[in-house]
């Protein structure tokens, strides 16, 4: 059964960049047919799709972060990563990563549990 | 941008069905997916491809997709089905993913 743990900083500084890991286990990150993504919640409030990055190595990333996000995966350690820069208080959110089964619709299944991120001085 | 919209709140009655919907311009033409969050927890799927669900997901589940609107039904509903439920698509033009707002379920 596939598992997947959110690793990282709790707390970031304004304009300082964070930075999250998730590790895979239960089954190859290499495996194909699948992407490897972020997804974001603000306290209260709704899903936010960050970006996720395909076997190949190609990503995307939603348009409204795209200038800050890098995903990157590390095939040696199972895991893939989460970087975004600049951040803000509206940066502030319980980040989840997830697997995404390439087919046409994209679903994501599973989750890991999340972590909360905080943007604070 | 691709833009879901859901009613911020629904409640049913213990037994009752519940239907949460979804709006978006054509979204019968896209596969629609559905995520139950219960507080202090990560998503689940519960209905991927407008209607098919995954293992270990009730057959209460189910779901519906046409012209502008796609429909999450919960038949028989307990109070443990109590949660915020998503709806998700995937833009192909663009490879970008859209989730709704989020419906939250109240069992009364």
């Known amino acids: 059964q596939l598992q997947l743990q959110e690793s990282g900083s709790g707390l970031v500084k304004p304009s300082q960049t964070l930075s999250l890991t998730c590790a895979v286990s239960?089954?190859?990150?290499?495996?194909?047919?699948?992407?490897w993504s972020w997804i974001r919640q603000p306290p209260g409030k709704g899903l936010e799709w960050i970006g996720y990055?395909?076997?190949?190595?190609?990503?995307y990333y939603n348009p409204s972060l795209k200038s800050r996000v890098t995903i990157s995966v590390d095939r040696s350690k199972n895991q893939f990563s989460l970087k975004l820069s600049s951040v803000t208080a509206a940066d502030t959110a319980v980040y989840y990563c997830?697997?995404?089964?390439?087919?046409?619709?994209?679903?994501?299944?599973?989750w890991g549990q999340g972590t909360l991120v905080t943007v604070s001085s | 941008s691709y833009v879901l919209t859901q009613p911020p709140s629904v409640s049913v009655a213990p037994g009752q069905t519940a239907r949460i919907t979804c709006g978006g311009n054509?979204?019968?033409?896209?596969?629609v997916h559905w995520y139950q969050q219960k507080p202090g927890q990560a998503p689940v799927l519960v209905v991927y491809?407008?209607?098919d669900r995954p293992s270990g997901i009730p057959e209460r589940f189910s779901g519906s997709n046409s012209g502008n609107t796609a429909t999450l039904t919960i038949s028989r509903v307990e109070a443990g089905d109590e949660a915020d439920y998503y709806c998700?698509?995937?833009?192909?033009?663009?490879?970008?993913?859209?989730f709704g707002g989020g419906t939250k379920l109240t069992v009364l």
């Open positions: 997830a697997r995404c089964l390439v087919v046409e619709g994209r679903w994501f299944d599973p």
């Open positions: 239960g089954g190859s990150i290499s495996s194909g047919g699948y992407s």
């Open positions: 054509n979204i019968g033409s896209k596969s």
């Open positions: 990055i395909y076997h190949s190595g190609s990503t």
């Open positions: 491809d407008d209607s």
């Open positions: 998700q698509v995937w833009d192909s033009s663009s490879d970008f993913v859209v």
